[in-house]
Nanobody, 123 residues
C-alpha cells in the first residue's frame, strides 16, 4: 500500500497550493480519506475528511472556507485545495486512509498514512 503526497511547497500569505495524494494497493473507494497536518511543537490535527463517495466532507475550524477536499475514485487520488493561505498553515501535511465510517475521521481507525508533504507559508 502506498499513499504518495505531492504538490507541497512554499507560498506567500494569501496564496494558494493544491496537494494531491495518489493511493495504490488498496480498495480506495472503500476508505474515508483525510488530510492531517502537524506543525512544529503542535499536535497533529485533522484538516479535512471526505466520505467514500465524496458526498460528505468535514473541515477543521481553522481552515473552513479556505480549504477544499475532494477525491477522484477513478484515479485513486484525493486532493486538498488550499487558498487564502496563512503563515499558521505552515506544517507537514499527511494523507490518511480511514477504514471507519465517521467524519471527523478517527486516528484509531486509520490504516495507512502517507509520508507527508511540507507546506510553508511566508512572505
Amino acid at each position: 500500500v502506498q499513499l504518495v503526497e505531492s504538490g507541497g511547497g512554499s507560498a506567500q500569505p494569501g496564496g494558494s497550493l493544491e496537494l494531491s495524494c495518489a493511493v495504490s494497493g488498496l480498495a480506495f473507494s472503500e476508505y474515508y480519506m483525510a488530510w492531517y497536518r502537524q506543525a512544529p511543537g503542535k499536535d497533529c490535527e485533522e484538516v479535512a475528511g471526505i466520505s467514500k463517495d465524496g458526498a460528505r466532507t468535514r473541515y477543521g475550524d481553522s481552515v473552513k472556507g479556505r480549504f477544499t477536499i475532494s477525491r477522484d475514485n477513478a484515479k485513486n487520488t484525493v486532493y486538498l485545495q488550499m487558498s487564502s493561505l496563512r503563515p499558521e498553515d505552515t506544517a507537514v501535511y499527511y494523507c490518511a486512509a480511514d477504514r471507519g465510517n465517521l467524519l471527523p475521521t478517527r486516528r484509531a481507525t486509520i490504516d495507512y498514512w502517507g509520508r507527508g508533504a511540507q507546506v510553508t507559508v511566508s512572505s
